[in-house]
Protein backbone atom coordinates (compact mmCIF):
# COMPACT_ATOMS: atom_id res chain seq x y z
CA UNK A 1 0.00 0.00 0.00
CA UNK A 2 2.47 2.14 1.25
CA UNK A 3 5.17 1.53 -2.13
CA UNK A 4 2.03 2.38 -4.47
CA UNK A 5 1.56 5.65 -2.76
CA UNK A 6 5.53 6.36 -3.04
CA UNK A 7 4.94 5.66 -6.45
CA UNK A 8 2.13 7.61 -7.30
CA UNK A 9 4.08 10.45 -5.84
CA UNK A 10 6.99 10.21 -7.83
CA UNK A 11 4.96 10.12 -10.81
CA UNK A 12 2.75 12.74 -9.79
CA UNK A 13 6.51 14.47 -9.19
CA UNK A 14 7.42 14.09 -12.56
CA UNK A 15 4.39 15.11 -13.94
CA UNK A 16 4.55 18.23 -12.44
CA UNK A 17 8.11 17.93 -13.73
CA UNK A 18 6.98 17.50 -17.55
CA UNK A 19 4.44 20.30 -17.40
CA UNK A 20 6.63 22.91 -16.18
CA UNK A 21 9.48 21.75 -18.74
CA UNK A 22 6.77 21.74 -21.49
CA UNK A 23 5.41 25.27 -20.47
CA UNK A 24 8.87 26.62 -20.77
CA UNK A 25 9.38 25.05 -24.30
CA UNK A 26 6.06 26.37 -25.33
CA UNK A 27 7.08 29.92 -23.79
CA UNK A 28 9.70 29.71 -26.50
CA UNK A 29 7.81 28.47 -29.34
CA UNK A 30 5.87 31.70 -29.00
CA UNK A 31 8.50 34.04 -28.81
CA UNK A 32 9.79 32.36 -32.01
CA UNK A 33 6.41 31.86 -33.52
CA UNK A 34 5.83 36.14 -33.02
CA UNK A 35 9.72 36.37 -34.73
CA UNK A 36 8.01 34.53 -37.55
CA UNK A 37 4.99 36.85 -37.71
CA UNK A 38 6.54 39.93 -37.44
CA UNK A 39 9.51 38.35 -40.22
CA UNK A 40 6.56 38.02 -42.41
CA UNK A 41 4.79 41.26 -41.98
CA UNK A 42 7.94 43.27 -42.05
CA UNK A 43 9.21 41.58 -45.62
CA UNK A 44 5.71 42.40 -46.87
CA UNK A 45 5.67 45.83 -45.24
CA UNK A 46 9.13 46.78 -47.57
CA UNK A 47 7.52 45.76 -51.00
CA UNK A 48 8.35 42.15 -51.71
CA UNK A 49 5.91 40.43 -54.03
CA UNK A 50 3.93 37.98 -52.25
CA UNK A 51 5.00 34.52 -53.07
CA UNK A 52 8.67 35.38 -52.43
CA UNK A 53 7.11 36.50 -48.70
CA UNK A 54 5.65 32.85 -48.85
CA UNK A 55 8.11 31.33 -49.61
CA UNK A 56 11.07 32.77 -47.08
CA UNK A 57 8.43 32.69 -43.79
CA UNK A 58 8.02 29.38 -44.66
CA UNK A 59 12.05 28.45 -45.27
CA UNK A 60 12.86 30.33 -42.12
CA UNK A 61 10.34 28.47 -40.08
CA UNK A 62 11.88 25.38 -41.58
CA UNK A 63 15.08 26.11 -39.93
CA UNK A 64 13.24 26.43 -36.37
CA UNK A 65 11.73 23.48 -36.80
CA UNK A 66 7.88 24.67 -37.48
CA UNK A 67 5.58 23.97 -40.26
CA UNK A 68 4.40 27.51 -41.43
CA UNK A 69 0.89 28.04 -43.06
CA UNK A 70 0.16 31.46 -44.00
CA UNK A 71 -2.30 33.80 -45.58
CA UNK A 72 -1.60 37.14 -46.78
CA UNK A 73 -4.53 39.58 -47.31
CA UNK A 74 -3.15 43.65 -47.86
CA UNK A 75 -3.50 44.82 -44.07
CA UNK A 76 -2.68 41.60 -42.48
CA UNK A 77 -0.90 38.64 -42.26
CA UNK A 78 -2.39 35.03 -40.71
CA UNK A 79 -0.07 32.38 -39.83
CA UNK A 80 -0.82 28.90 -38.03
CA UNK A 81 2.68 27.79 -36.87
CA UNK A 82 2.92 24.31 -36.32
CA UNK A 83 5.75 23.04 -33.73
CA UNK A 84 6.98 19.45 -35.22
CA UNK A 85 8.88 18.45 -32.23
CA UNK A 86 5.52 18.86 -29.85
CA UNK A 87 2.98 18.77 -32.20
CA UNK A 88 1.74 22.12 -30.75
CA UNK A 89 0.09 24.93 -32.96
CA UNK A 90 -0.06 28.69 -32.53
CA UNK A 91 -2.53 31.15 -33.95
CA UNK A 92 -0.64 34.41 -35.00
CA UNK A 93 -2.57 37.58 -37.25
CA UNK A 94 -0.08 40.10 -37.70
CA UNK A 95 -0.55 43.53 -38.58
CA UNK A 96 1.59 44.89 -41.90
CA UNK A 97 3.93 47.83 -41.25
CA UNK A 98 3.83 50.50 -43.63
CA UNK A 99 7.29 50.79 -44.52
CA UNK A 100 9.77 52.61 -46.87
CA UNK A 101 10.38 50.20 -50.13
CA UNK A 102 13.59 48.60 -49.57
CA UNK A 103 15.09 46.02 -51.92
CA UNK A 104 18.17 45.48 -49.12
CA UNK A 105 15.85 44.56 -47.22
CA UNK A 106 14.71 42.20 -49.48
CA UNK A 107 17.97 40.26 -50.35
CA UNK A 108 19.56 40.15 -47.22
CA UNK A 109 16.56 39.09 -45.48
CA UNK A 110 15.70 36.15 -48.20
CA UNK A 111 19.56 35.60 -48.00
CA UNK A 112 19.14 35.02 -43.94
CA UNK A 113 16.21 32.46 -44.41
CA UNK A 114 18.69 30.30 -46.94
CA UNK A 115 21.47 30.79 -44.83
CA UNK A 116 19.27 29.44 -41.35
CA UNK A 117 18.46 26.70 -43.42
CA UNK A 118 21.66 25.91 -44.55
CA UNK A 119 24.01 26.69 -41.79
CA UNK A 120 21.75 25.02 -39.11
CA UNK A 121 21.25 28.79 -37.11
CA UNK A 122 19.62 28.84 -33.62
CA UNK A 123 17.23 31.20 -32.91
CA UNK A 124 19.21 33.79 -31.27
CA UNK A 125 21.65 33.93 -34.40
CA UNK A 126 19.07 34.46 -36.56
CA UNK A 127 17.13 37.00 -34.64
CA UNK A 128 20.43 38.81 -33.89
CA UNK A 129 20.92 38.83 -37.99
CA UNK A 130 17.37 40.34 -38.69
CA UNK A 131 17.66 42.94 -35.91
CA UNK A 132 21.23 44.08 -37.74
CA UNK A 133 19.68 43.93 -40.66
CA UNK A 134 16.33 46.10 -39.93
CA UNK A 135 18.17 48.61 -38.10
CA UNK A 136 20.99 49.36 -40.78
CA UNK A 137 21.25 53.05 -42.27
CA UNK A 138 19.33 53.78 -45.23
CA UNK A 139 21.54 55.74 -48.02
CA UNK A 140 22.57 59.26 -47.65
CA UNK A 141 19.68 61.67 -47.78
CA UNK A 142 21.62 64.44 -50.08
CA UNK A 143 23.22 61.69 -52.30
CA UNK A 144 20.17 60.03 -52.87
CA UNK A 145 18.54 63.81 -53.88
CA UNK A 146 21.28 64.32 -56.30
CA UNK A 147 20.77 60.98 -57.47
CA UNK A 148 17.46 61.35 -58.26
CA UNK A 149 17.57 64.90 -59.68
CA UNK A 150 20.36 63.14 -62.41
CA UNK A 151 17.94 60.50 -63.36
CA UNK A 152 14.90 62.74 -63.87
CA UNK A 153 17.21 64.80 -66.12
CA UNK A 154 18.65 61.52 -67.72
CA UNK A 155 14.73 60.47 -68.63
CA UNK A 156 13.92 63.97 -70.14
CA UNK A 157 16.89 63.67 -72.59
CA UNK A 158 15.79 59.85 -72.82
CA UNK A 159 12.25 61.87 -73.92
CA UNK A 160 14.55 63.77 -76.38
CA UNK A 161 14.95 66.72 -74.25
CA UNK A 162 17.43 69.46 -74.95
CA UNK A 163 20.14 70.16 -72.77
CA UNK A 164 18.20 73.76 -71.31
CA UNK A 165 15.57 70.96 -70.06
CA UNK A 166 17.58 68.96 -68.52
CA UNK A 167 18.84 71.22 -66.56
CA UNK A 168 14.85 72.94 -65.55
CA UNK A 169 13.95 69.08 -64.96
CA UNK A 170 17.17 68.79 -62.80
CA UNK A 171 16.65 71.62 -60.44
CA UNK A 172 12.47 70.66 -60.36
CA UNK A 173 13.20 67.23 -59.35
CA UNK A 174 15.20 68.17 -56.24
CA UNK A 175 12.81 70.88 -55.62
CA UNK A 176 9.72 68.75 -55.86
CA UNK A 177 11.82 65.45 -54.07
CA UNK A 178 12.92 67.90 -50.98
CA UNK A 179 9.76 68.88 -50.06
CA UNK A 180 8.50 65.08 -50.32
CA UNK A 181 10.86 63.71 -47.98
CA UNK A 182 10.44 67.16 -45.89
CA UNK A 183 6.80 65.85 -45.48
CA UNK A 184 7.04 62.07 -45.18
CA UNK A 185 8.93 63.08 -42.04
CA UNK A 186 5.98 64.99 -40.47
CA UNK A 187 4.19 61.74 -41.45
CA UNK A 188 1.27 63.76 -43.24
CA UNK A 189 -1.04 61.70 -45.68
CA UNK A 190 0.98 60.64 -48.35
CA UNK A 191 -2.04 60.94 -51.04
CA UNK A 192 -1.39 64.97 -49.78
CA UNK A 193 2.52 64.48 -49.72
CA UNK A 194 1.96 63.22 -53.80
CA UNK A 195 -0.36 66.35 -54.81
CA UNK A 196 1.56 68.68 -53.28
CA UNK A 197 5.51 67.29 -54.60
CA UNK A 198 3.98 66.71 -58.14
CA UNK A 199 2.42 70.32 -58.12
CA UNK A 200 6.22 71.82 -56.63
CA UNK A 201 8.25 69.96 -59.43
CA UNK A 202 5.75 70.87 -62.29
CA UNK A 203 5.32 73.94 -61.10
CA UNK A 204 9.34 74.40 -61.24
CA UNK A 205 9.97 73.08 -64.45
CA UNK A 206 7.21 75.27 -65.51
CA UNK A 207 10.09 77.86 -65.75
CA UNK A 208 10.35 76.27 -69.16
CA UNK A 209 7.66 77.97 -70.64
CA UNK A 210 9.39 80.84 -70.66
CA UNK A 211 12.57 79.87 -72.68
CA UNK A 212 12.66 78.35 -76.20
CA UNK A 213 12.93 74.99 -75.24
CA UNK A 214 11.15 71.59 -74.99
CA UNK A 215 8.79 72.57 -72.52
CA UNK A 216 5.98 69.79 -72.87
CA UNK A 217 8.79 67.17 -72.45
CA UNK A 218 10.30 69.08 -69.43
CA UNK A 219 6.53 69.64 -68.31
CA UNK A 220 5.87 65.67 -68.59
CA UNK A 221 8.75 64.10 -66.93
CA UNK A 222 9.34 66.46 -63.94
CA UNK A 223 6.73 64.86 -62.17
CA UNK A 224 8.12 61.48 -62.89
CA UNK A 225 10.61 60.68 -60.11
CA UNK A 226 7.06 59.95 -58.01
CA UNK A 227 5.55 57.18 -60.10
CA UNK A 228 5.35 54.03 -58.00
CA UNK A 229 6.57 51.90 -60.21
CA UNK A 230 7.85 49.04 -57.36
CA UNK A 231 3.79 48.61 -56.75
CA UNK A 232 2.91 48.39 -59.62
CA UNK A 233 5.07 45.66 -60.88
CA UNK A 234 4.57 44.08 -58.18
CA UNK A 235 1.00 44.21 -58.62
CA UNK A 236 1.35 42.44 -62.01
CA UNK A 237 3.63 39.49 -60.44
CA UNK A 238 1.10 38.76 -57.64
CA UNK A 239 -1.65 38.69 -60.09
CA UNK A 240 0.15 36.48 -62.91
CA UNK A 241 1.38 34.10 -59.48
CA UNK A 242 -2.13 33.62 -58.84
CA UNK A 243 -1.91 36.56 -55.47
CA UNK A 244 -4.96 38.37 -57.00
CA UNK A 245 -6.26 39.83 -53.69
CA UNK A 246 -2.69 41.15 -52.98
CA UNK A 247 -2.14 41.96 -56.52
CA UNK A 248 -5.20 43.86 -57.54
CA UNK A 249 -4.36 45.60 -53.87
CA UNK A 250 -1.39 46.65 -54.66
CA UNK A 251 -2.19 48.13 -58.55
CA UNK A 252 -5.10 49.83 -56.36
CA UNK A 253 -3.00 51.63 -54.47
CA UNK A 254 -0.58 52.27 -57.14
CA UNK A 255 -3.02 54.12 -58.91
CA UNK A 256 -4.27 56.29 -56.37
CA UNK A 257 -1.15 57.70 -56.16
CA UNK A 258 -0.93 58.00 -60.13
CA UNK A 259 -4.15 59.97 -59.75
CA UNK A 260 -2.67 62.24 -57.07
CA UNK A 261 0.23 62.53 -59.31
CA UNK A 262 -1.96 63.96 -61.84
CA UNK A 263 -3.85 66.09 -59.64
CA UNK A 264 -0.84 67.61 -58.60
CA UNK A 265 0.31 68.22 -62.17
CA UNK A 266 -3.72 69.47 -63.40
CA UNK A 267 -2.89 72.32 -60.83
CA UNK A 268 0.64 73.24 -62.98
CA UNK A 269 -1.40 72.74 -66.54
CA UNK A 270 -4.48 74.93 -65.60
CA UNK A 271 -1.69 77.41 -63.92
CA UNK A 272 -0.34 77.63 -67.50
CA UNK A 273 -2.83 76.36 -70.02
CA UNK A 274 -2.81 79.28 -72.21
CA UNK A 275 1.26 79.24 -72.96
CA UNK A 276 0.70 75.50 -73.24
CA UNK A 277 -1.18 75.18 -76.49
CA UNK B 1 26.96 58.48 -85.79
CA UNK B 2 24.39 55.02 -85.18
CA UNK B 3 26.16 53.80 -82.60
CA UNK B 4 27.00 56.86 -80.50
CA UNK B 5 23.41 56.92 -80.27
CA UNK B 6 22.76 53.92 -79.17
CA UNK B 7 25.58 54.52 -76.77
CA UNK B 8 23.96 57.52 -75.31
CA UNK B 9 20.68 56.38 -75.13
CA UNK B 10 22.13 53.43 -73.09
CA UNK B 11 24.27 55.95 -70.96
CA UNK B 12 21.37 58.04 -69.67
CA UNK B 13 18.97 54.81 -69.21
CA UNK B 14 22.23 53.75 -66.90
CA UNK B 15 21.69 57.20 -64.66
CA UNK B 16 17.95 57.18 -64.62
CA UNK B 17 17.93 53.49 -63.28
CA UNK B 18 19.92 54.39 -60.21
CA UNK B 19 18.40 57.37 -59.37
CA UNK B 20 15.17 55.77 -59.31
CA UNK B 21 16.46 53.10 -58.48
CA UNK B 22 18.51 54.32 -55.03
CA UNK B 23 14.65 55.68 -54.21
CA UNK B 24 14.04 52.07 -53.50
CA UNK B 25 17.66 51.28 -51.27
CA UNK B 26 18.81 48.27 -52.72
CA UNK B 27 22.14 47.27 -51.75
CA UNK B 28 25.68 48.72 -52.83
CA UNK B 29 26.73 45.92 -54.88
CA UNK B 30 23.88 45.54 -57.29
CA UNK B 31 24.07 49.41 -58.19
CA UNK B 32 26.78 48.36 -61.32
CA UNK B 33 24.62 45.71 -62.74
CA UNK B 34 21.45 47.55 -62.19
CA UNK B 35 22.87 50.21 -64.38
CA UNK B 36 23.97 47.41 -67.34
CA UNK B 37 20.84 45.79 -67.18
CA UNK B 38 18.93 49.49 -67.54
CA UNK B 39 21.16 50.49 -70.29
CA UNK B 40 20.84 47.53 -71.94
CA UNK B 41 17.50 47.20 -71.83
CA UNK B 42 15.86 50.50 -72.86
CA UNK B 43 19.32 50.98 -75.80
CA UNK B 44 17.41 47.87 -77.36
CA UNK B 45 14.24 49.34 -77.06
CA UNK B 46 15.56 52.23 -78.91
CA UNK B 47 16.91 50.19 -81.92
CA UNK B 48 14.17 48.12 -82.31
CA UNK B 49 11.96 51.15 -82.32
CA UNK B 50 13.90 53.45 -84.05
CA UNK B 51 16.11 50.76 -86.80
CA UNK B 52 13.79 48.05 -87.27
CA UNK B 53 10.31 50.18 -86.77
CA UNK B 54 8.64 47.52 -84.12
CA UNK B 55 6.13 48.85 -82.08
CA UNK B 56 6.66 50.32 -78.61
CA UNK B 57 4.69 47.63 -76.68
CA UNK B 58 6.32 44.78 -78.43
CA UNK B 59 9.99 46.48 -78.24
CA UNK B 60 9.23 46.87 -74.46
CA UNK B 61 8.53 43.17 -74.49
CA UNK B 62 11.69 41.94 -75.98
CA UNK B 63 14.04 44.56 -73.73
CA UNK B 64 11.91 43.68 -70.14
CA UNK B 65 12.22 39.57 -71.09
CA UNK B 66 16.24 40.30 -71.50
CA UNK B 67 16.37 42.32 -68.83
CA UNK B 68 14.81 39.44 -66.83
CA UNK B 69 17.06 36.67 -68.08
CA UNK B 70 19.84 38.94 -67.44
CA UNK B 71 18.70 39.85 -63.79
CA UNK B 72 18.56 35.85 -63.31
CA UNK B 73 22.29 35.68 -64.78
CA UNK B 74 23.83 38.70 -62.69
CA UNK B 75 22.04 37.93 -59.65
CA UNK B 76 23.35 34.67 -59.01
CA UNK B 77 26.42 36.11 -58.44
CA UNK B 78 25.94 38.78 -55.99
CA UNK B 79 23.18 36.70 -54.21
CA UNK B 80 20.74 39.26 -55.17
CA UNK B 81 16.96 38.55 -55.99
CA UNK B 82 15.90 39.02 -59.54
CA UNK B 83 13.09 41.62 -58.48
CA UNK B 84 15.74 43.84 -56.87
CA UNK B 85 17.91 44.20 -60.39
CA UNK B 86 14.92 43.98 -62.80
CA UNK B 87 13.04 46.45 -61.04
CA UNK B 88 14.94 49.36 -60.89
CA UNK B 89 16.02 48.31 -64.49
CA UNK B 90 12.89 48.68 -66.01
CA UNK B 91 11.80 52.04 -64.61
CA UNK B 92 13.45 54.33 -67.56
CA UNK B 93 11.39 52.04 -69.59
CA UNK B 94 7.97 53.20 -67.85
CA UNK B 95 5.94 55.24 -70.56
CA UNK B 96 6.06 58.88 -68.80
CA UNK B 97 5.52 61.00 -71.65
CA UNK B 98 2.38 58.45 -72.65
CA UNK B 99 1.22 58.91 -69.06
CA UNK B 100 1.86 62.56 -69.38
CA UNK B 101 -0.25 63.45 -72.83
CA UNK B 102 -3.15 60.85 -70.80
CA UNK B 103 -3.31 63.43 -68.01
CA UNK B 104 -3.33 66.44 -70.04
CA UNK B 105 -6.22 65.03 -72.59
CA UNK B 106 -8.36 64.45 -69.89
CA UNK B 107 -7.46 68.10 -68.66
CA UNK B 108 -7.96 69.55 -71.70
CA UNK B 109 -11.34 67.47 -72.59
CA UNK B 110 -13.09 68.98 -70.05
CA UNK B 111 -12.21 72.05 -70.61
CA UNK B 112 -13.36 71.94 -73.83
CA UNK B 113 -16.16 70.17 -73.93
CA UNK B 114 -18.42 72.77 -76.10
CA UNK B 115 -16.80 72.69 -78.58
CA UNK B 116 -17.24 69.38 -80.94
CA UNK B 117 -14.43 69.42 -82.69
CA UNK B 118 -11.88 69.64 -79.96
CA UNK B 119 -13.39 67.10 -77.48
CA UNK B 120 -13.26 64.38 -79.79
CA UNK B 121 -9.80 65.16 -80.47
CA UNK B 122 -8.70 64.97 -76.78
CA UNK B 123 -11.13 61.73 -76.32
CA UNK B 124 -8.52 60.15 -79.19
CA UNK B 125 -5.69 61.20 -77.39
CA UNK B 126 -6.81 60.24 -73.88
CA UNK B 127 -7.93 56.84 -75.36
CA UNK B 128 -4.85 56.32 -76.74
CA UNK B 129 -2.01 57.60 -74.85
CA UNK B 130 -3.80 55.51 -72.01
CA UNK B 131 -4.15 52.30 -73.94
CA UNK B 132 -0.03 52.66 -74.52
CA UNK B 133 0.59 53.45 -71.32
CA UNK B 134 -1.50 50.54 -69.28
CA UNK B 135 0.02 47.86 -72.36
CA UNK B 136 3.64 48.61 -71.99
CA UNK B 137 3.62 48.70 -67.99
CA UNK B 138 1.52 45.56 -68.63
CA UNK B 139 4.12 43.89 -70.78
CA UNK B 140 7.52 45.35 -69.33
CA UNK B 141 6.24 43.39 -65.94
CA UNK B 142 5.23 40.19 -67.54
CA UNK B 143 8.44 40.13 -69.76
CA UNK B 144 10.17 40.28 -67.05
CA UNK B 145 8.80 38.06 -64.81
CA UNK B 146 8.77 35.22 -67.58
CA UNK B 147 12.00 33.92 -66.77
CA UNK B 148 11.41 33.04 -63.55
CA UNK B 149 8.76 31.15 -64.83
CA UNK B 150 10.86 29.22 -66.68
CA UNK B 151 13.91 28.91 -64.82
CA UNK B 152 11.76 28.46 -61.26
CA UNK B 153 14.11 26.86 -59.21
CA UNK B 154 16.50 28.39 -59.88
CA UNK B 155 15.68 31.88 -59.49
CA UNK B 156 14.12 31.06 -55.93
CA UNK B 157 17.48 30.22 -54.72
CA UNK B 158 19.54 33.37 -56.12
CA UNK B 159 20.24 34.37 -52.17
CA UNK B 160 21.22 30.94 -51.28
CA UNK B 161 24.87 32.08 -49.89
CA UNK B 162 26.00 28.70 -48.17
CA UNK B 163 24.42 26.08 -49.64
CA UNK B 164 26.88 22.59 -49.18
Sequence with gaps: M?????????GLRFHNKDIRQSMIRNETTLQQAKFIAEYAAHLMGCGIHTSRVIRNTKRIGEALGFDVKIS?????????ILDNESQHTFSEVIEIPALPISFKHNSELSALSWEAVDSHLN????????????????MNALLLLL?????????CRLFKGDWLSMLIV??????????RTQLQKRHINHYIIFIVSAFVASL???AALFFNTTSGIALATSVLYLIPGVPLINGVIDIVEGHTLTGITRLANALLLIVCLAIGLSFTLILFKGSLI | MIFFDILFDGFFAAIAAIGFGAISDPPIRSFKFIALLGAVGHACRFCLMNYFQVDIAVASFVSALIIGFGSLWLGGKIYCPTTVLYIPALLPMIPGKFAYNTVFAQIMFLQNMDQPILKAKYMEMFFSNGMITFTVIFLLAIGATLPM???GKKAYSLTRRFFK
Design chain 1, 170 to 179: FIATIAGFFV
Design chain 1, 204 to 206: FSS
Design chain 1, 72 to 80: VFQKSIILT
Design chain 1, 2 to 10: GICLCNKRN
Design chain 1, 123 to 138: FEQINEKYTQIISAPR
Design chain 2, 149 to 151: FIF
Design chain 1, 147 to 155: LVGLANASF
